[in-house]
């Protein structure tokens, strides 16, 4: 008979605690324990300080390199990526201060030791104050690890109707060696017909939260370029990026000016960015001739702040002074600048912005109101203005007697339709209880109906 195989005892070790493991680890080492100092509460105090020890080696915060900042050693305060930041942004034309401005300040990181890469970046969005200040904080710093660099911080600044704003670099390609880290002045250009927003939108390399904002230039952009390249769907040369024709059609005398194709409801909508619709008619304040149109932009089922008027005037036989004369009448207290062509004027009144232009290559000039419902503010009506000179050679001619008279079907959503009650006491409400006609707007800035 084979005697059975017995199997060894098998011995359980208990799983220790992690101090009673430190002690063990100690006395195998040969550490002798003196009475009263390796105590359960010195092995714990050990213990804990090298899981800390482990742990900060794996999440230490980013290293910090010198401020990258032209001319921030010759700065008396404290220049570090880091920040804080702080400073103010105004007009450099007037030095009035800008409000409402988006700032971003990015930070930009780093991270290996042989092969070195980007690993990402932090932002911070801000608007500047009633006073045209503004502060970006320090940097969170959530970017973490044992090679990771904190290496570069770039502030971008932007308000519609200006040049952009890098703390690197200008617009013309050079060095920015004025930027200051604390109480630093920023100044920004109004924006002239002769920029280009395709250059534009290259330097400014909007960060996310300034891509929304910039939109409005895409368009723009990419029909800079295509001028530029002298690209015309229609076969003729378009003319580079704030040029403008100079061959003025001829209008015989049993014709008139047609000026209602001049910007399309759509076109508006897409400055605006709102969802009016309009009903396209001529302007009743001056008699339409072979050399003048005024065409009245009325939004339907909308108040008369939601309209807009533009007034054309072409190959006048009196020359262009008399237009010069009647828009200074129309536009008293008007700001003279170039922002449009070299004869340009700009009025902001009480629910109402006005911009005007002569344009001398194609003796044309243009008066343009915009309601403040439908223009949220003078940049707004000056784009509007732009897009009219871009436009300056879709001027036709029609018929005499041939009325204009187009209803906007175009927009994606209606517009909000409301009616008011007729007052009862109110001898000048409608019978039907439908509201007032309006009167067409363009007919003077300086009133309330414009």
């Not at 009475?35 to 020890?53: P, Y």
């Not at 508006?268 to 072979?290: A, G, M």
Request: some cysteine; glycine content about 10%; proline content about 7%.
């Amino acid at each position: 008979m084979v005697a059975p195989v017995i199997a060894p005892p098998v011995i359980a070790h208990p799983v220790l605690p992690p101090v009673d493991r430190a002690l063990r680890a100690l006395r195998s080492a040969g550490v002798r324990e003196p009475a009263g100092v390796w105590t359960r509460v010195t092995a714990r105090a050990l213990v804990g300080l090298l899981a800390g020890a482990l742990a900060v080696a794996a999440g230490c915060a980013p290293l910090v390199r010198p401020a990258n900042f032209v001319g921030a050693r010759d700065q008396v305060t404290d220049v570090s990526l880091v920040g804080p930041f702080d400073g103010q942004v105004v007009d450099a034309a007037t030095g009035e201060p800008i409000a409402d401005a988006t700032v971003v300040g990015v930070w930009s990181y780093d991270r290996g030791d042989g092969f070195i890469g980007p690993y990402g970046s932090e932002t911070h969005e801000g608007k500047t104050d009633a006073a045209g200040r503004y502060r970006v904080p320090k940097a969170a710093r959530a970017t973490r690890g044992s090679t990771v660099r904190l290496v570069a911080f770039n502030l971008v600044i932007y308000k519609r109707g200006y040049v952009g704003y890098r703390s690197e670099s200008t617009l013309e390609g050079e060095a920015r060696g004025d930027f200051a880290v604390r109480h630093n002045k920023i100044e920004l250009r109004k924006w002239r017909e002769s920029d280009s927003h395709a250059a534009h939108l290259a330097y400014l390399a909007p960060p996310r939260a300034i891509q929304g904002l910039v939109g409005w230039e895409q368009e723009l952009a990419n029909l800079d370029l295509y001028r530029e390249q002298g690209g015309d769907l229609r076969g003729a040369p378009l003319p580079a990026a704030g040029a403008t024709t100079t061959s003025t059609p001829k209008r015989k005398a049993n014709e008139w000016l047609d000026a209602s194709k001049l910007i399309a409801p759509a076109e508006i909508r897409q400055r605006t960015r709102t969802q009016d619709r309009f009903e396209v008619e001529d302007s009743k304040d001056l008699d339409r001739t072979n050399f003048y149109h005024g065409v009245h932009f009325q939004a339907i089922d909308r108040d008369e702040t939601h309209d807009i008027a533009i007034r054309i005037w072409q190959a006048p036989p009196g020359g262009m002074k008399p237009v010069v004369e009647t828009i200074e009448a129309t536009m008293p207290g008007a700001t003279k600048s170039q922002e449009i062509t070299k004869q340009t004027w700009t009025l902001e009144v009480e629910g109402v912005y006005g911009v005007a232009f002569v344009d001398d290559a194609t003796q044309t000039g243009v008066l343009l109101t915009c309601g403040d419902s439908q223009c949220a503010d003078l940049e707004t009506a000056i784009l509007l203005a732009r897009e009219l000179l871009r436009n300056l050679d879709r001027l036709g001619a029609v018929p005499q007697g041939t009325p204009t008279s187009v209803i906007d079907a175009e927009a994606s959503t209606p517009a909000p339709s409301y009616t008011s009650e007729p007052d009862e006491d109110d001898d000048d409400a409608p019978a039907d209880g439908k509201p007032a006609a309006k009167q067409p707007a363009g007919a003077s800035p300086g009133k309330t109906g414009r």
